[in-house]
């Protein structure tokens, strides 16, 4: 094969491969926490940089353990962190998760 076509076939396979590190936010929880037995409530806060409004979901772990933050990774809503979430409140900690801005309804 000439450095041509294999230079040929490597920008195509990147080109083909660039939609997996695009960011796809969701425009709707794909479930609710209180669907899968979590006791959560609804927070709201301002962005330090801009003051945009976001919003998130805050879980109660065991009184004076710390706080996990927990965020997307540029795919879908805080809804998908869910298992996670689950995990870390069975060990105690509190958990807070929360959208970026145009994630999440």
Do not use: C
């Amino acid at each position: 094969m000439t450095f041509k076509r294999l230079l040929g076939a490597a920008l195509l396979v990147l080109l083909v491969s660039a939609s997996a590190f695009a960011v796809t936010p969701s425009d709707k929880y794909s479930v609710m926490p209180a669907s899968t037995g979590l006791t959560y409530r609804t927070i709201a806060f301002e962005s330090s940089r801009d003051r945009a409004d976001l919003t998130g979901w805050w879980f109660e772990g065991q009184k004076d353990q710390p706080v996990i933050v927990l965020f997307g990774r540029g795919q879908g809503s805080m809804a998908d962190l869910l298992p996670v979430v689950g995990g870390f409140l069975a060990q105690g900690f509190n958990v807070m998760t929360f959208d970026y801005r145009d994630f999440g309804p």
